[in-house]
């Protein structure tokens, strides 16, 4: 989908589908000139201007446009860029089934305008995605292929040159997270990778099962024991033009199928659901998607995702197996199903070899953080209040629900063992803390680090806002914002 500034008013804007919001209470005696009868129509419907209000006219005929849709935003106060975001993704959806352009007028007044174009043509563009990749035949889809944002000023245009990447970006992490874990396996994400390293430019190595054994990455390796898809450590770079100033390493949960192991998930623990385990790693790569074709200068970008499946069989991993780690640490695995930690474990101290002065890592790593938080908002833990500020802006500012958790060290307690250095769990209550606090004893010393765990936000059964039902592709606009935000 094209975005641009349209510099027509609604008076004269000619298109296909006009969308225009109006708050509530707003007059509609502009739009009354255009369409005549068009007050009438909406006193008859009882439009208040009410955020569940829209009134829909096709077939207008003429040469202006063919439908108009009329969308209440609520009250003026209270309208803001979240308000933004939700009235571009109804819009999208009520231009569906019409081709060609949509002009959209919201209530721009008051509002920042680089931010509001960004917001309104990100939500239409995500809200209008399908994916119809494993349909025998696929459904022809009718919907505009341009936006045009009506009555915001020129310097608004600038808002627009992130959109693109950015939902090329969130698309790919919709896509591998949707796709079935018979079709997203470690090869699969280990592909996708060598593929955006060919079209942008970005350094590859992906280290086999032998290399990491070589490496004594003991913890990551154990989880893929009973599986007959090998793991794959992927790591891709992106190289700025000119000098580097910052580097930071993003790390992703890559379990392409979780079954639990050994401790099973039974009961309601969504084992159907579990191809969405590597939604980490598919926002990871989203996000190298979109930062490489932005290009931000002075900040050098490693990716980290050490993949593999949590699978059953003879040689799986045992409840009560002690392994290492790569740097030594001893592991006491008293529950299976706690295999993110032990991936990312390893992961981590590979990041940090990279000597990175921030690693930040996404992982749909606890059940507990999906009670704490639900499925709109994802928990951060972070070792550093700078790092935890930068990130929860970008989060803010791109509309993506985030929300700070303490890293409370006497909750380590919960993970000592009484033969290695830790367990892999420690007690049900405060489940995604002590899981944080096991990352957190991987990262190098002095270096700013941030987990988010997306195990809510990873997926929509419903849609919401923006996000069609399924596959969110949550974090890749937090992290790519983020990092260009550091050029
Ligand atoms: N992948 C799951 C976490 C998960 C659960 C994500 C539900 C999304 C929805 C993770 O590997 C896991 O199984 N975690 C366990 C940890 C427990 C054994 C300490 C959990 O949360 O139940
Ligand atoms: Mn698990
Ligand atoms: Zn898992």
């Not at 008076?11 to 005696?29: E, I, K, N, R, Y």
């Not at 009520?94 to 917001?119: I, K, N, R, Y």
């Not at 690693?359 to 833990?381: M, N, P």
Request: aromatic share 4%; with cysteine; proline share 4%.
């Amino acid at each position: 989908m094209r975005c641009s500034l349209s510099s027509k008013g609604v008076q004269d804007w000619t298109g296909h589908v006009l969308v225009v919001g109006l708050l509530q209470d707003q007059s509609a005696t502009a739009l009354e000139a255009r369409f005549p009868g068009l007050g009438a129509a909406l006193e008859q419907q009882q439009f208040k201007g009410k955020p569940a209000d829209q009134l829909l006219i096709n077939r207008l005929g003429g040469d202006g446009p063919q439908r108009l849709v009329v969308l209440g935003l609520g009250p003026a106060n209270g309208f803001n860029l979240e308000g933004v975001r939700s009235a571009a993704a109804r819009a999208a959806k009520a231009a569906t089934g019409q081709t060609g352009s949509l002009g959209l007028q919201l209530s721009w007044d008051g509002l920042e305008p680089t931010a509001a174009a960004a917001a309104a043509a990100e939500a239409a563009r995500l809200a209008l995605y399908a994916d119809q990749r494993f349909r025998k035949a696929p459904e022809p889809r009718r919907q505009p292929d341009a936006l045009e944002l009506i009555g915001l000023p020129e310097a608004a245009t600038t808002g627009l040159d992130a959109v693109a990447a950015n939902c090329a970006g969130v698309e790919l992490a919709r896509e591998l997270v949707a796709a079935p874990p018979n079709v997203v396996t470690p090869a699969a994400l280990a592909k996708t990778a060598a593929e955006l390293s060919r079209n942008y430019d970005l350094e590859l190595s992906v280290l086999e099962q032998a290399d990491c054994e070589a490496r004594g990455m003991g913890a990551f390796l154990c989880v893929s024991q009973g599986s007959d898809l090998d793991p794959k450590l992927i790591h891709l770079i992106y190289h700025p033009e000119g000098e580097v100033k910052r580097r930071v390493a993003l790390v992703g949960k890559g379990l392409t199928f979780d079954s639990g192991g050994y401790n099973l998930k039974v009961g309601g623990a969504q084992i159907d659901m579990m191809k969405f385990d590597m939604g980490g790693s598919a926002a990871v790569l989203g996000a190298m998607r979109s930062i490489a074709e932005r290009k931000p200068t002075g900040v050098e970008v490693h990716m980290i995702v050490a993949s593999c499946e949590n699978m059953i069989n003879g040689s799986a991993v045992h409840p009560g197996d002690i392994v290492t780690a790569a740097d030594g640490t001893t592991i006491e695995i008293n529950n299976t199903d706690a295999e993110g930690r032990l991936t990312l474990a390893d992961a981590l101290l590979y990041a940090c070899e990279q000597k990175p002065d921030a690693v930040v890592d996404l992982a749909t790593l606890t059940g507990a953080c999906v009670v704490a938080l639900g499925d709109e908002i994802a928990g951060l833990w972070s070792n550093n209040d700078g790092l935890a500020t930068a990130l929860q802006q970008a989060a803010d500012a791109g509309g993506e629900g985030l929300w700070r958790m303490p890293l409370r060290a006497s909750y380590k307690e919960g993970l000592k063992s009484k033969l290695a250095d830790f367990k892999n769990t420690g007690p049900r209550p405060g489940g995604s803390i002590t899981a944080a606090l096991f990352l957190e004893h991987f990262v190098g010393e002095g270096i700013a680090w941030a987990h988010i765990d997306i195990a809510g936000t990873v997926w929509t059964d419903k849609g919401r806002g923006l996000d069609p039902a399924g596959a969110t592709g949550y974090g890749v606009r937090t992290l790519a914002n983020w990092i260009c935000n550091l050029a």
